[in-house]
């Protein structure tokens, strides 16, 4: 990173519900970033949390305050759409005080040069809009490990993305944009009506508005990390949620690439079962089974390198084979199933 001084103010906004497990984690790293003093501040947003959270988070200010003063704000969510999250960051928006919003989650930590990396990157690039990495937290499971690979492929195929200048995915637990741009765009209208997408719905405004000025930011100092799901459940719970998004885009490409996906998982679980009643030739699933192994595992070794997980890879091959019928499996009960999220249920 450049010795540059510090021009940018941000806001950093976190909706929470029920995260008591996840507070300190996040709030540790908080009080260890290194930006400048008085350039930033924390706008941690209630959604109706009925656990320890707000105590967790009062307590926790109290007792580091004194270390490092920082301006933190605890408020209520002000609901008044279908979508908890977008309403939470609406209602932040509303009280922050400065020119840059940054967005995260509660079960994330943050590393000590974040906001560093944004204001750098803000003054070489004057964009407005940035899309930065974001990479799951080791821990030693497989239902861990698969996730990890999940995401790497998710964050390579963002990578890729803007690298041919077809833009289409982006992560709200590491995402930035100009307060003023925000306004522009009018938030979140238009797209209330769904449960999430606080993040894709407002990267599509603003490609359609300002392409050249929303970019991504790949820097090893910017990387947010984030807590996997606990179990299988809560995993297609997530992925339910997010392929409910998915439907309600706009961007062609994004459906483009999502359809092929899903279309070639569901051929090789197709053929695989041709195979076993003899109606399908081994040889050549073999030859397409082959084609798709290396092109995921360049696509997730390229990734795995960039965020310093190589040794996820050992899981590669056990997971490679589970994610055709995962994923064929959270596509069709995204059809029938309502999905959960934060002890709330939301109609698919």
């Known amino acids: 990173m450049k010795d540059i001084a510090a021009k940018t103010k941000f806001s950093v ?32 947003v209630d959604d109706d949390s009925d656990d320890d959270s707000v105590k967790i988070i009062e307590k926790f200010i109290q007792s580091n305050q004194s270390k490092k003063s920082i301006d933190i704000t605890v408020t209520k969510n002000d609901r008044y759409s279908k979508s908890p999250k977008k309403d939470a960051i609406t209602t932040a928006v509303k009280l922050s005080k400065n020119d840059w919003i940054i967005t995260t989650d509660a079960d994330c930590i943050l590393p000590k040069y974040w906001l560093d990396s944004y204001d750098e990157f803000i003054q070489s690039t004057n964009c407005k809009c940035i899309v930065a990495p974001v990479k799951v937290i080791e821990e030693n499971s497989f239902v861990n490990n698969f996730q990890m690979l999940d995401f790497l492929s998710l964050q390579g195929a963002t990578i890729g993305g803007f690298g041919i200048e077809k833009p289409f995915l982006c992560n709200g637990a590491n995402f930035g944009y100009s307060k003023d741009l925000f306004h522009e765009l009018n938030g979140f209208e238009g797209n209330n009506d769904v449960a999430s997408g606080d993040d894709i719905f407002l990267l599509e405004k603003a490609l359609k508005q300002y392409p050249k000025q929303t970019k991504y930011l790949k820097s090893e100092q910017s990387i947010v990390a984030t807590k996997a799901q606990s179990s299988w459940s809560n995993l297609i719970n997530q992925r339910i949620r997010w392929v409910s998004k998915s439907k309600a885009s706009k961007n062609w490409f994004s459906k483009l690439t999502g359809g092929i996906v899903l279309l070639f998982n569901f051929l090789l679980v197709l053929n695989l079962f041709l195979v076993l009643s003899n109606n399908f030739s081994l040889k050549s699933f073999l030859y397409i089974l082959i084609i798709k192994f290396n092109i995921d595992f360049f696509l997730i070794y390229k990734s795995a390198s960039f965020f310093d997980q190589k040794e996820v890879l050992k899981s590669f091959i056990f997971s490679f084979f589970i994610y055709p019928f995962f994923s064929v499996y959270v596509a069709i009960a995204s059809l029938f199933l309502n999905f959960k999220w934060k002890n709330r249920t939301f109609n698919k």
């Open 13 to 44: 906004i976190i909706p929470f519900r029920n995260e008591a497990d996840n507070l300190n984690l996040l709030l540790q790293s908080i009080f260890e970033l290194k930006y400048t003093k008085g350039s930033y501040e924390i706008i941690l």
